[in-house]
């Protein structure tokens, strides 16, 4: 209610008031078990401060509501308790401009697509007239098939082992990831992923088991020696846990190796600049200037920072905790040709996504979690999204083997032809 605030006298700001328009707002739109209207905005999760924004906006009584993938950060009963909410505003008479780069969303919500490229103006046409496999053509330039592709070749090599780790989080967890190879975790919210990565890395307490990259084990719950064996972490949170975005996007690349660009405790700048301007030509991050904040940056060219940043360490096990989140297809496209360029050159790859077209594209294993414990593994050529779910849900099912599951044929879900209409309005 920033610049509509309840006052009483002397100007003093009517907490009462305050407080009682703040939780009708909440359950007139149906998030009032969600948010706490006393929660300081520092203590929200990133979900739910995407919902105050939200929130914020239809407070407002606008009769156009522009909303900026707004489920970026949300939970499934969450996106659906969103989209209810668009449905209804929708039937009230509400112009909505719903900015996604998710297949499913537009699908599900738009009465007309708008596809912008680089700038430019592609198409404007009812949802009716366009597959979903001909929106991704539109925004990226070419099909899908051909943005998601492997052409590195796997060596036998194990890289990067864990054996037995153990958390508060996960009973017991074991995998390989061999030198050229990307291994994927699915699985649902909760399943416990992120907090394997980062137990991996050092940042989430290891009780017990073991990490080694190279046949060399790693130190528990240390992330320097992990930088130093060789392990980098692109997190799933760039902004909160990867970027210092008031800084440029130079200090960002060079933060983890600047001992490495030092002499007697100086940075050596030529050196510095150089460095990071060779991670730019690399990873095509536009940006115009290595002095440029990366808090300007777009999202893709803010994750190519971060994954510029953890190159730059030479690392031999690249994680990767859901590196498309929030950017758009075009972007995308530039992060699977870079993954499966790593993985050609060598790297492990340790890939988190929740987009299943994603992982069926990019990984030459799938490993799915529930209840941080590794439920099966399906191979890329066996994989498809029904056997992955039926993974992720297996305590809640009467389980078939993964195997027969992996070999039913399934359609790729983002090349579905033709999307039903839905409500709203989508760019």
């Given amino acids: 209610f920033l610049g509509d605030l309840p006052r009483r006298g002397f100007g003093l700001v009517h907490g009462r008031d305050l407080q009682t328009r703040a939780r009708e707002t909440l359950v007139r739109f149906g998030f009032a078990d969600i948010l706490d ?5 520092d203590t929200l999760s990133a979900a739910q401060r995407q919902l105050v924004e939200v929130i914020r906006a239809l ?7 522009a909303l900026d993938e707004p489920t970026s950060s949300l939970t499934d009963d969450e996106v659906v308790r969103l989209f209810a909410l668009v ?11 719903y900015v996604s780069h998710r297949m499913r969303e537009i699908a599900r919500l738009a009465d007309r697509v708008v596809v912008l490229r680089d700038g430019n103006l592609v198409a404007d046409r009812p949802i009716a007239e366009l597959p979903q496999g001909e929106i991704v053509r539109l925004m990226v330039g070419r099909p899908l098939q051909d943005v998601l592709q492997r052409t590195r070749a796997v060596r036998d090599e194990p890289i990067l082992e864990v054996a037995g780790l153990r958390t508060a989080m996960h009973p017991e967890v074991s995998l390989t990831v061999r030198a050229g190879e990307v291994v994927a975790l699915a699985g649902l919210i909760g399943a416990g992923r992120s907090e394997l990565a980062r137990a991996i890395f050092g940042d989430f307490k290891r009780l017990a088991g073991s990490v080694r990259v190279g046949g060399h084990e790693v130190p528990p719950n240390d992330p320097r020696a992990a930088i130093d064996a060789g392990i980098a972490l692109a997190p799933e949170d760039r902004k909160g846990m990867a970027l210092v975005l008031i800084r440029s996007v130079l200090e960002n690349e060079t933060l983890p190796i600047l001992a490495k660009l030092s002499t007697a405790g100086f940075v050596r700048s030529r050196l510095e600049r150089a460095v990071a301007q060779r991670y730019v030509d690399r990873l095509r991050i536009r940006t115009p200037s290595l002095d440029q904040d990366v808090s300007k940056l777009s999202g893709g060219n803010q994750q190519k920072v971060v994954i510029a940043r953890w ?11 859901e590196p498309t989140r929030g950017i758009d297809v075009g972007a995308k496209a530039e992060i699977y040709a870079l993954i499966d360029e790593l993985a050609g050159a060598g790297l492990a790859v340790l890939l988190i996504s929740s987009e299943l077209t994603e992982v069926l594209g990019l990984a ?6 529930q209840n941080g414990r590794i ?3 399906v191979a890329a050529k066996d994989a498809t999204e029904g056997a992955i779910m039926h993974l992720a849900m297996i305590d809640h099912l009467h389980p078939e083997p993964a195997s027969e599951l992996a070999l039913e044929p399934e359609p790729e879900p983002e090349l579905a032809a033709e999307p039903a209409p839905g409500a709203g309005v989508a760019r």
């Fill in 37 to 41: 209207p006393a929660a300081l905005g």
């Fill in 59 to 65: 407070a407002s009584e606008a009769r156009v509501l």
């Fill in 87 to 97: 449905d209804r505003l929708r039937a009230g008479g509400i112009a909505i401009i």
């Fill in 311 to 321: 190159l730059a360490t030479e690392p031999k096990v690249l994680i990767l905790d």
């Fill in 364 to 369: 030459d294993r799938i490993l799915v979690m």
């Fill in 375 to 377: 439920t099966g593994e």
